[in-house]
């Protein structure tokens, strides 16, 4: 079993930026990824990385979020600026053991999650 353990959420105005962290100890993995549970929304994906760094993104993270992981520290990221309100709510680290197609973009896909970690509060507000 892997624990999944995020860190970082807070309380922020808009505009303004948040850093996530998810310390992800697992020797070998096909993807890992942040997704996010927002008020009236389904859980949705946020980015994801692969084991050689490629990333891919929602479409509402493009030029806002960056994924990146530190391979050293076992850790995997979400740099978020420019936050706006309707991104408030749970962030979710999650990771793919084993993927079967599309690199990155399996991870966008709840149903190839292996863990997942107990997420982290985000609240962006004036």
């Known amino acids: ?6 860190s970082g ?6 505009g ?11 020797a070998s993995f096909y993807c890992m990824g942040w997704y996010r ?3 009236g929304k389904e859980l949705e994906a946020v980015a994801a990385i692969d ?7 929602a479409n509402f993270a493009k030029g806002r979020f960056t994924i990146s992981r530190d391979n050293a520290k076992s850790t995997m990221y979400l740099q978020m600026n420019n ?5 408030g709510g749970t962030y979710y ?9 599309g690199g990155t973009w399996f991870c966008h896909n709840r149903d ?14 004036p």
């Open 16 to 26: 303004g930026s948040l850093r996530l962290s998810c310390a992800a100890p697992v």
């Open 112 to 125: 190839g999650i292996d863990y997942w970690g107990e997420g982290t509060q985000v609240t962006v507000s």
């Open 9 to 14: 959420g807070g309380s922020v105005q808009p």
């Open 51 to 57: 084991d050689v760094g490629s990333t891919s993104y």
């Open 1 to 6: 079993h892997v624990q999944l353990v995020e």
């Open 93 to 101: 680290c999650a990771v793919a053991i084993r993927g079967m197609y």
């Open 83 to 87: 936050l706006k309100p309707d991104d």
């Open 37 to 39: 549970q927002t008020p």
